[in-house]
């Protein structure tokens, strides 16, 4: 029999990972999904309470709001036994959080997938409550290499840092694909070519700069002729860009803190 899998709140990034899973071929019947709505998640059973949950999960996978860890923890750890795996994607919860609300539990990870797990191109770290626990990570990682790479971190750190770097990109990405497309606009194309070339345009660079091997420096030295077009474009970018990511992902994790410190409490 497959393993079960329980997504304990199944919203925006539950639905993805799901999504990913199937898209991989999992079997449909190992996921059952709890969301208070009632709403189904698209493929999978859907309940609207844990009540209704009439098989041990192998993994319960936390998918609801870092928020609510407190006031729910006391329900969802009575499924969490020595035979379950609990999974957080929960942002700000740390191990030992972890640790104290789910004591009985076979093991804990978190993982910190960001959305284009999706389509199984995602980027999700992974930190394991036993970073000794070598059997299990050899389990679950074909099983989270479904959705894209999938690291084992060493430390809290190491995971916070790839989150930062990784998990808000879509949202940074997809703003950088429409300011491209808003520069076309601006210079007179149809907003659907605009868009759909500056789409295309970050999508085949990114593929080049993961399947090409060259380091960045030398895919951009590629583009950009001495004196050319690039090369003028490139001396306004590179005075803004390093510092812009900074502060950008320092905000994110200044929110970061306050988020863990709320769930502290
Ligand atoms: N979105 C991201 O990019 C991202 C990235 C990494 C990690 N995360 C983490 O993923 C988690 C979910 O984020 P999200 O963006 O997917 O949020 P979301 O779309 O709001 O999903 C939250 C889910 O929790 C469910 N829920 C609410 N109350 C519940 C209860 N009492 N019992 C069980 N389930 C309950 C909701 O059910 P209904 O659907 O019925 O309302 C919903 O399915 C968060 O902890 C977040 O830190 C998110």
Known sequence: MSKHNLFVGCGNMGQAMAAGWLLAGEDANSFTA???????VP???????????????DRLILGFK???????????????TRDTVVVSMLAGADMAILRQLFPSARALVRVMPNLPVAVRRGVLPLLASDPEDKALQAELQPWFSMLGFAPWCASEEEFGAIGFVAGSTPAYVARFI?????????RGLDSGLALT??????LGSAWLAATSGEPMAELARRVTSPRGTTEAGLKVLDAELPGLIDRTLGAATSRSAELAAEIRG
């Open 66 to 80: 870092p928020q609510q860890l407190r006031d729910l923890s006391s329900d969802v750890a009575r499924w969490a």
């Open 197 to 202: 070339a500056a789409r295309e345009a970050v």
């Open 43 to 57: 493929g999978i059973r859907t309940v609207q309470r844990l009540g209704e949950i009439d098989r041990p999960p």
């Open 34 to 40: 709890v969301r208070p709505s009632g709403t189904p």
């Open 178 to 186: 429409a300011a491209f497309a808003a520069a076309g606009e601006g």
